[in-house]
């Protein structure tokens, strides 16, 4: 081969095997064995086996980001509510795919998967909204509904709606807000980050984003739902609905199993104490 390609080939090589060994060490660290284990949810996925009490006593909160009705209510969901030391309008949108598969159809659905795995897992699950066809709740309730039910964890769920040249995931952790009350926070959501990227490439195999943040994370300090947690909260970015080749993944109900099954991996990592609060790029 030429010489040129050899360092590349090489590092792809080492790549490949560090990402092998940390996935055996994580499966191992969560199960004591391989990891294909029951109560698979969705045909096709062999969820990490984890004992059904080892979230027991846990609460989870999952945020499917958007909703059905937002389009209708334009005036609801673009009042000002309070976001962190400033006012944000109270929901937006969302993206949706060139195919017309929006991004509130696609936040619910791996929502509802993710919540099936991590009751599986013992733990009680809270969903922000209880279907995909009303209005928002704003983002300042949506961080509230975490605070209020004392999650151990809280995700957010979107996915971008990026250049349409770019590609891959990301995590949002949160900065200092403006108002500096989420200070408490912002070591464990870090934590967080680190094991919810690790563990969503790995059952995905997505990439990390090519267009935006630093590793696949970035770490912000202008979303209320993240200024105004005060529980351990991250923003998941699962793909870029403008690209051609994340949007593809996005509509396949096969991906999106393997993406709740990261999801809930990557929490229950949290939950279980791994990861280091110095994953997010600071
Ligand atoms: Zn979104």
């Known amino acids: 081969?030429?010489?040129?390609?050899?360092?590349?080939?090489?590092?792809?090589?080492?790549?490949?095997?560090?990402?092998?060994?940390?996935?055996?060490?994580?499966?191992?660290?969560?199960?004591?064995?391989?990891?294909?284990g029951a109560g698979a949810p969705a045909p096709g996925v062999s969820p990490t086996a984890v004992a059904a009490t080892a979230l027991a006593g846990r609460t989870i909160v999952l945020d499917p980001g958007h909703n059905g009705g937002n389009s209708r209510a334009a005036t609801?969901?673009?009042?000002?509510?309070?976001?962190?030391?400033?006012?944000?309008?109270?929901?937006?949108?969302?993206?949706?795919?060139?195919?017309?598969?929006?991004?509130?159809?696609?936040?619910?659905?791996?929502?509802?998967?993710?919540?099936v795995i991590l009751r599986s897992r013992g733990a009680r699950v809270v969903l922000t909204r209880p279907d995909d066809d009303g209005v928002g709740p704003c983002v300042d309730e949506r961080a509230r509904i975490g605070n209020g039910a004392a999650a151990a964890a809280v995700v957010s769920i979107h996915a971008d709606g990026g250049p349409a040249e770019g590609r891959?995931?990301?995590?949002?952790?949160?900065?200092?807000?403006?108002?500096?009350?989420?200070?408490?926070?912002?070591?464990?959501?870090?934590?967080?980050?680190?094991?919810?990227?690790?563990?969503?490439?790995?059952?995905?195999?997505?990439?990390?984003?090519?267009?935006?943040?630093?590793?696949?994370?970035?770490?912000?300090?202008?979303?209320?739902?993240?200024?105004?947690?005060?529980?351990?909260?991250?923003?998941?970015?699962?793909?870029n609905m403008r690209n051609r080749t994340d949007a593809a993944e996005i509509i396949d109900p096969a991906w999106r199993a393997r993406a709740a099954s990261g999801l809930a991996?990557?929490?229950?990592?949290?939950?279980?104490?791994?990861?280091?609060?110095?994953?997010?790029?600071?």
Request: charged share 15%.
């Open 1 to 36: 081969m030429p010489a040129w390609i050899r360092p590349t080939l090489v590092q792809a090589v080492a790549v490949v095997a560090v990402a092998l060994a940390a996935g055996f060490g994580l499966r191992f660290a969560l199960t004591g064995s391989d990891g294909n």
């Open 76 to 115: 609801a969901i673009s009042r000002p509510v309070p976001a962190g030391g400033f006012d944000k309008e109270c929901d937006t949108v969302g993206a949706e795919t060139d195919g017309g598969y929006p991004e509130h159809a696609f936040t619910f659905d791996l929502a509802q998967r993710a919540a």
């Open 168 to 239: 891959g995931f990301h995590v949002i952790a949160p900065a200092l807000s403006p108002d500096r009350t989420n200070a408490v926070i912002l070591a464990p959501s870090s934590r967080l980050a680190g094991t919810l990227r690790s563990a969503f490439g790995r059952a995905t195999g997505q990439p990390l984003a090519d267009y935006l943040g630093k590793e696949g994370m970035t770490i912000r300090s202008d979303l209320g739902g993240l200024n105004l947690s005060r529980v351990p909260k991250v923003f998941l970015e699962c793909g």
């Open 265 to 282: 991996d990557g929490v229950t990592a949290f939950l279980l104490g791994e990861g280091s609060p110095s994953a997010a790029p600071r």
